[in-house]
């Protein structure tokens, strides 16, 4: 089992709608988590970190960490053909490491 | 230009050959990362450092080298490359516990 698992997809949404990425984690001692976005050959960018339970808020995007269930997810609202993307979970483990564990990452497809 | 660079940006080489990829960080940030990417294993950090003069294994270490001599730099050596090293590598940059700043990248081709 991978520590930090998502679906590759692809997951298609038509524009303007809600897409739903999601995101297990096995070590319960994850404290951090992380959406990136992904543009085919391009770098990872961040889109946002959450690490308390419940939703985090930025613009389009909404974070959501369920600790109980090691479930982390993202919400894209009113969704476009730019997002269209692989959208990179990652976990950073306890404090006092640098160690940041990436899921192989969804890609998204928004359909004009 | 501020930022973070990598180069080469591609990179063909042979088996058995000492190959050095270069990263660049202009931040002056504390914390850098070197990662490979692979389909069907997503990114995985190979080395990272704290600080100059610090370094420690990630979780795929092994036939990779690194120094940090200067905080600014952070090369990472193949001593001896194998075809399964053949990836596309990332360099990242972070001051924060938050976010990763990462580079173009390199893209390795070993034959």
């Known amino acids: 089992q991978k520590e930090v698992e998502q679906n590759s997809g692809p997951l298609s949404v038509p524009e303007g709608a809600i897409a739903s990425l999601n995101c297990t984690y096995s070590d319960r001692g994850s404290q951090s988590f992380f959406w990136y976005r992904q543009y085919s050959g391009k770098s990872p960018e961040l889109i946002m970190f959450?690490?308390?339970?419940g939703d985090k808020e930025d613009g389009r995007f909404t974070a959501q960490l369920n600790k109980a269930s090691q479930y982390v997810s993202l919400l894209i609202r009113d969704s476009q053909p730019s997002d269209s993307a692989t959208y990179l979970c990652a976990a950073k483990r306890p404090s006092g490491t640098y160690k940041y564990i990436f899921g192989t990452g969804t890609r998204l497809k928004v359909l004009a | 230009d501020a930022g973070i660079t990598q180069s080469p940006r591609y990179k063909i080489t042979e088996t058995g050959r000492q190959v050095t990829l270069m990263c660049h960080q202009t931040w002056s940030h504390s914390y850098m990362f070197w990662y490979r990417q692979d389909l069907g294993h997503g990114l995985r950090l190979i080395y990272y450092?704290?600080?100059?003069?610090?370094?420690d294994k990630g979780e795929v270490p092994d036939g990779y080298v690194v120094s940090r001599s200067k905080t600014e730099n952070f090369p990472l050596t193949l001593e001896s490359a194998t075809r399964s090293q053949t990836s596309v590598y990332f360099c990242a940059s972070s001051e924060t516990n938050n976010e990763q700043f990462f580079g173009p990248g390199t893209r390795l081709t070993v034959l």
């Open positions: 450092s704290a600080a100059a003069d610090i370094t």
């Open positions: 959450i690490y308390s339970n």
